[in-house]
Structure formats: structure tokens, C-alpha cells
């Protein structure tokens, strides 16, 4: 069966410091993979999506970038984190219909 | 592109009543409409998901409709419960990348023992 790994599940970072969220996904080939952003009592925001090694389409401009080193491996990062990059982090994968989401990362700037 | 709205933004309903969400969606071509439930702290889990060639589909206590015609479709949950309680996600899609699946806003159930 198929299964996604997101970590960490919590993160506080200082303003301006590096990031880095790991997604790996198991039991599949070739998944289209995916970072959202949802902020609090909010909805879902696309910021990336990848259809492939070295595929990245991004949605929204920001702070944030994403790469797709292998696989089933989806990789969210940011140089800089700003306040506003605060917020739940969500990795999914697809193949044909519907998505299966991670259990999320909730990233705090301080 | 696609467009999704989602009605209410919020409900309470007393235990053991119905419960309606209702999604409308703009692209006449979405052809796919799944439903998220979203409980505090945890990701999004696909609960029931309806393709444009049906028009309603049931499974247990959860029911979902879909009008093509009016380009809406809707949530039903009976006999409602405590755990019930979660944030729901509609979606259209017409294929399975990045932008051509798009989310409701979301609704905050609360089931009120």
C-alpha cells in the first residue's frame, strides 16, 4: 500500500533562517507530488506542484522554493523565513484521481 | 480556470441531525469532485469523491450529489457525531495536476453532543 512521510511535524524557526521540509512517498512510481500551504482557519494554498524528477511548477511567488531530487522525494526550502512563511505545510501525492495527503508540518517564524 | 466556492463557512448541528455542505464549481469541464475532512492538527483525508458520470453516490452515514446541470454538488452526513466534527474540503478537478484541482474554502463542522 501506498504511504507519505512528512517531517518534522513541528518546526520553530528564527527569522532568516534556512529551511527545509522532507516528503517521501512509498509504494508508488512517478506520482505527481505537491506543497500546500494553509494558514490558520484557513483554506488550502498551492505552492507547488511536480510531475516528475526535476519538475517544479510554482503556483504563487514567494519566499519558498521546491525541488524533486528523486522520485518519491519532495523537498520544500526557503534560504530566508520570513513571519508570514508561518503557517501548517502539507505534502501530497496523486496518480490518477484524487490526492493523499501527509500529516503536515506546522512551521512557526519567531 | 476553476473556481470553488463553499457554503457555509461554518455549521453546528446538534447530534444525531443531518448535515449539508454545498460546493459550486465554474469549469463546466471538471469531471471529478472528492470531499476532504481535516480534523485539528492533521492533514486532509479524502472521505467520498463523486466523477461526473454519477449522480450521487453513498457510503454508510455520508452521501455525496452532484448536479452538472447547476454545476453543484453537496455533502450530506446523517445521524451526525461528536467526531463528525472537522473541517470539510470540496474539490474540482479536470485532471489531476497542480491547478486543474482546486479546493473550497471549507467549512468548520461542530457537532454539538
Known amino acids: 500500500s501506498q504511504t507519505i512521510h512528512q517531517w518534522p511535524a513541528t518546526l520553530v524557526q528564527p527569522v532568516g533562517s534556512p529551511l527545509s521540509l522532507e516528503c517521501t512517498v512509498e509504494g508508488t512510481s512517478n506520482p505527481n507530488l505537491y506543497w500546500y500551504r494553509q494558514a490558520a482557519g484557513r483554506g488550502l494554498q498551492l505552492l507547488f506542484y511536480s510531475v516528475g524528477i526535476g519538475q517544479i511548477s510554482s503556483e504563487v511567488p514567494q519566499n519558498l522554493s521546491a525541488s524533486r531530487p528523486q522520485d518519491r522525494q519532495f523537498i520544500l526550502s526557503s534560504k530566508k523565513l520570513l513571519l508570514s512563511d508561518s503557517g501548517f505545510y502539507l505534502c501530497a501525492w496523486s496518480l490518477i484521481y484524487g490526492y493523499t495527503f501527509g500529516s503536515g508540518t506546522r512551521l512557526t517564524v519567531v | 480556470g476553476e473556481n470553488v466556492e463553499q457554503h457555509p463557512s461554518t455549521l453546528s448541528v446538534q447530534e444525531g441531525d443531518s448535515a449539508v455542505i454545498k460546493c459550486t464549481y465554474s469549469d463546466s469541464a471538471s469531471n471529478y469532485f472528492p470531499w476532504y475532512k481535516q480534523e485539528l492538527g492533521k492533514g486532509p483525508q479524502l472521505i467520498i469523491d463523486i466523477r461526473s458520470n454519477v449522480g450521487e453516490k453513498k457510503d454508510q452515514r455520508i452521501a455525496v450529489t452532484l448536479n452538472k446541470t447547476a454545476k453543484h454538488f453537496s455533502l450530506h452526513i446523517t445521524e451526525t457525531q461528536p467526531e463528525d466534527s472537522a473541517v470539510y474540503f470540496c474539490?474540482?478537478?479536470?485532471?489531476?495536476?497542480?491547478?486543474?484541482?482546486?479546493f473550497g474554502p471549507g467549512t468548520r463542522l461542530s457537532v454539538l453532543p
Open positions: 474539490a474540482a478537478s479536470t485532471g489531476n495536476y497542480g491547478q486543474n484541482f482546486v
